[in-house]
């Protein structure tokens, strides 16, 4: 029962990830930039420092998967991603006291990792035929400004689901 | 044995990359169709998916009407403008039109075998996907409404893509921007030359579609209109794709390639028109092969 409200929480934000977010996009409003959300991987993140580390990589597993699934076709690339990144920052994150500017941190630097490594194995595939300095200005950068935005705005709202299923 | 194969972590991360290469091998090979669980998975997404997107369409659309408000009086004075042509062209097409049936009955041609004949669906866009390297959308439309896999995609201003994958209730379109897919749609040029060819590739970096190995005697000019030929027996024929934007010999100076400006908007898609051919299907090449 405790599970499923995290289930819930990640599957609206999966949705809003390819829903909300394509409507409103910065292309929609004329600019050629890409900001992609990594929602999940945000939540993630919370939910292994302020709830538990094995549930959240046991989420990254599933959502990345299913990721892979709806909005890409190569099965695969965000759930080994978003599990791997996660893994590590929060095995870093355990040795610090854990205040919003350190969980930011932690997220800019997940995001930017995920991005790339994203990017790199696309590159691999012939998916991604961007050079890698147009990459880093219409895509790396306006990745990392909405994702710290959202990790921001989600900070309390997530600490406090955390806390209260712990208890 | 050292240490270092006592590690499960590091078996772990092994094991796990060798299961993405595998998964990505598997993913990429090409199939007939998605297996029972993937389209549950993409119907049951898709159903939710219209929950959050339906409301955001709403206020964009809202939005779009505002920003439209402003130019309404430049808009008013061009479309004036086209009416007055509207209506000569209008009485040149019921003559052309006239004209046409008769000669068709003078040749007893039966007009109801049309081998080029199509059907359309309007289908809803209800996701996108969100990193910008996967151009593709899902639409609310599938098997149960008639979508078959390579059907045409367009909007109502041109040719947007081709359906990859349908599941029961939901399908998956795979945009011409798709910097993957060869995009192999064969054209006609709308000239007094009727030139034909191949739209090969698309070229993200200026954002044009690549029509290549033309011949190099081949008349075509910029502003020339490209629509689908309909004889690569996939797409059906006459959709608009876009205007020639210029017009070079290629790196050996052996054919000529031209650069063509899709007209579609790629950045703000709530319907789509699915178009299928009806009558004829045989085994063409055209826009499937990766």
């Known amino acids: 029962m405790k599970q499923l409200q995290l289930f819930i929480v990640l599957l609206v934000l999966f949705l809003l990830q390819g829903t909300v977010f394509q409507v409103f996009s910065l292309r929609s409003f004329g600019y050629d930039l890409v900001a992609s959300p990594y929602f999940i991987l945000i939540a993630v ?80 595939l012939g998916i991604a035929k961007q050079n890698f300095i147009a990459y880093i200005h219409q895509h790396l950068v306006p990745t990392l400004i909405l994702n710290s935005g959202f990790t921001v705005i989600c900070f309390y709202p997530l600490r406090a689901l955390c806390e209260r299923l712990k208890r | 044995m050292p240490p270092f194969f006592f590690n499960k ?159 029961q209730f939901t399908s998956t379109v795979a945009l011409i921007t798709n910097q993957k897919s060869n995009n192999q749609i064969s054209v006609k040029v709308i000239n007094k030359a009727g030139t034909n060819g191949l739209i090969e590739s698309y070229d993200s970096n200026k954002n044009v579609l690549l029509l290549e190995k033309l011949r190099v005697n081949s008349k075509l000019k910029k502003g020339d209109k490209v629509v689908t030929s309909g004889i690569g027996c996939v797409y059906p024929a006459g959709l608009y794709i876009g205007k020639v934007k210029s017009v070079a010999t290629d790196r050996y100076g052996l054919s000529k390639v031209a650069e063509i400006k899709p007209a579609a908007n790629f950045d703000n898609l709530d319907y789509v028109d699915v178009v299928g051919r009806q009558a004829l299907t045989c085994n063409g090449s055209e826009g499937d092969s990766r």
């Not at chain 2, 092994?14 to 998605?34: D, H, M, N, P």
């Not at chain 2, 042509?85 to 075998?113: F, M, P, V, W």
Request: charge should be neutral; glycine fraction near 6%.
């Open chain 2, 9 to 167: 972590k590091l078996i772990l991360l092994l094991t796990s990359l060798i299961l993405l290469v595998a998964l990505i091998g598997f993913s990429l090979k090409e199939r007939k169709q998605l297996s029972w669980p993937e389209q549950i998975i993409h119907d049951t997404s898709g159903w939710l998916q219209v929950v959050f997107n339906r409301p955001a369409q709403y206020i964009m659309g809202f939005v779009e009407n505002v920003e439209d408000v402003k130019n309404v009086y430049e808009e008013n004075k061009v479309l004036k403008k086209h009416l007055q042509d509207y209506a000569s062209l209008g009485a040149k097409y019921g003559d052309l039109q006239q004209r046409y049936t008769s000669l068709e009955k003078q040749l007893h041609i039966n007009s109801e075998t049309d081998v080029l004949a199509s059907k359309s669906h309007i289908a809803l866009v209800i996701s996108r996907s969100f990193d910008g390297w996967n151009q593709q959308l899902t639409i609310d439309k599938g098997r149960q409404q008639g979508i078959k896999k390579n059907d045409a995609v367009v909007t109502a201003d041109g040719f947007i893509g081709k359906i990859k994958n349908v599941s």
């Open chain 1, 45 to 124: 993140l919370m939910i292994g420092f302020f709830y538990s580390k094995t549930v959240a990589l046991y989420y990254a597993v599933v959502f990345g998967f299913l990721i892979d699934l709806v909005y890409t076709d190569v099965w695969g690339v965000y759930a080994f991603c978003i599990t791997l990144t996660s893994y590590i920052l929060l095995l870093i994150g355990k040795h610090f006291n854990i205040h919003i500017i350190v969980v930011l941190l932690v997220a800019i630097i997940a995001t930017f990792l995920v991005d790339l490594e994203v990017y790199g194995i696309y590159t691999l």
